[in-house]
């Protein structure tokens, strides 16, 4: 089980670095990364030329408090990443879906960016 486990981890890891090596944020361009927990859903804008957060957004924050991942709030999250970006005159962006197969929620949080004007 335990060996199981770390080749998992492994594996993982080696998908996130396979999609990321591609990827790079700039200030102007930002890499938008998405993380999943199994209770929650973050997504950050990431400038990579000076290792910068620029906004990020999840299901724990104080807006998204009592809902529960779900399609629906991922679409609401994309429109707020999406909302918080333009406000920082940002309208292009990398899109970092890390381990994760571009399906499910990260389609539907993708949709949600796309409808407010982030484009990628």
Not at 67 to 93: D, R, Y
């Amino acid at each position: 089980m335990q060996k199981n486990l770390q080749k998992r981890k492994v594996t993982r890891k080696r998908r996130a670095l396979r999609v990321r090596k591609k990827l790079r944020g700039t200030e102007t361009r930002p890499r938008m990364s998405v993380n999943k927990s199994n209770k929650h859903l973050f997504v950050q804008l990431i400038d990579d030329e000076n290792s910068k957060t620029i906004a990020a957004i999840g299901t724990n924050s104080k807006e998204f408090k009592n809902e529960k991942k779900s399609k629906k709030v991922a679409e609401l999250i994309g429109k707020k990443i999406a909302q918080s970006a333009k406000a920082k005159k940002i309208e292009h962006v990398i899109f970092d879906r890390g381990i994760y197969k571009y399906h499910g929620l990260l389609a539907h949080l993708a949709d949600g960016a796309r409808s407010e004007g982030l484009k990628f």
